[in-house]
């Protein structure tokens, strides 16, 4: 292996200052000498004097001689265009990059008519021809900014999980009004307790009509007067409920009141969350929307109530503290 070593130093020099038939000549006498395959030995003697990573086990190593730098190429899109875009993102509510780039040309044009947005015509021209992708790429710096995010509440009740059926999201009638998905949606802040305020919501998915209510906390008494509290402001009738497998939902309570009110209860598929889709869809569009990531905390002095907007397919939310 030194013998090789030694070899690959001697020869490198030579190959690299050699011309194209002048370096085969050179290649083949050294695959000849130390046995190595010849596109591995042409490896070998172009990065003498690096260390170059072949593989995890593999690394060719050499002492470093000068690297020149390469010149970077000019940002087609500089700061003025990103500036612009920024100002284009939040007015157009913060959408993504594909909904964003068919309206940008437009709403620039539209905004500076307005005077909302002021950018040279050279920014203007590359605002227009910008993709999809290069403004999700430019904009995710600050997309970062916003990225509070709750964790996930859901603890799976087990012990009636082979009494409650399964659902898939294309098992429901969605021709006739009354089947229900329902989740709740915390109010952590990002610090997971027991003494935080949850969002049940509810979405029927023939209609789309979205209800949600305020909850002292997940458990079961709270949940079930939630759904009790839907099911009195629905305009139609409660037929069917499906929910995932949190403990707040797969319980005796719940089940009970539903076997009572001859209303089917089913549930999700565990860790499917498309089997939920439609009320996943509202937990951001309506809850989220309205009420953010902020933590919400209820004390025994502080009365929590929720106001209601009601519209012709859906519900959308408030929340006031006294």
């Known amino acids: 292996m030194k013998e090789r070593k030694r070899l690959a130093e001697a020869t490198a020099g030579r190959y690299r200052k050699a011309g194209k038939k002048e370096k085969g000549v050179i290649l083949n006498e050294f695959v000849e000498l130390t046995g190595f395959a010849r596109s591995y030995g042409a490896l070998v003697l172009r990065n003498q004097g690096r260390v170059v990573t072949v593989n995890r086990k593999l690394r060719v190593r050499g002492d470093v001689g000068k690297k020149r730098p390469r010149p970077g190429r000019e940002p087609t899109y500089d700061e003025r265009v990103v500036k612009a875009l920024v100002r284009v993102w939040r007015i157009m509510d913060y959408i993504c990059g594909k909904r964003l780039a068919p309206v940008l040309g437009e709403i620039v044009e539209r905004l500076q008519r307005h005077n909302e947005l002021r950018c040279g015509a050279e920014t203007r021209k590359k605002l227009m021809r910008i993709s999809a992708a290069t403004i999700d790429r430019l904009l995710r710096p600050e997309r ?179």
């Open 144 to 322: 970062q900014k916003y990225q509070l995010r709750g964790r996930a509440h859901t603890r799976p009740g087990t012990l009636l999980k082979h009494q409650i059926p399964m659902r898939t999201f294309s098992e429901w009638d969605d021709e006739r009004p009354g089947f229900l998905e329902i989740d709740l949606v915390g109010h952590d802040g990002g610090v997971i307790d027991s003494h935080h305020a949850f969002t049940l919501n509810a979405v029927d998915i023939a209609s789309g009509w979205n209800c949600s209510t305020a909850l002292k906390n997940k458990a079961q008494v709270w949940t079930l007067q939630g759904v009790q509290k839907i099911k009195a402001k629905l305009p139609f009738p409660l037929l069917g409920l499906d929910s995932d497998n949190g403990s707040e939902f797969i319980n005796e309570t719940l089940q009970r009141f539903c076997a009572e009110h001859q209303i089917t209860f089913t549930r999700s598929r565990p860790y499917r969350k498309n089997d939920s889709c439609f009320v996943e869809q509202k937990n951001y569009s309506v809850v989220r929307r309205a009420v953010g990531y902020q933590r919400l905390i209820l004390s025994p002095s502080c009365a929590y109530s929720m106001s209601y907007t009601e519209c012709s397919t859906f519900t959308t939310t408030s929340f006031s503290r006294a």
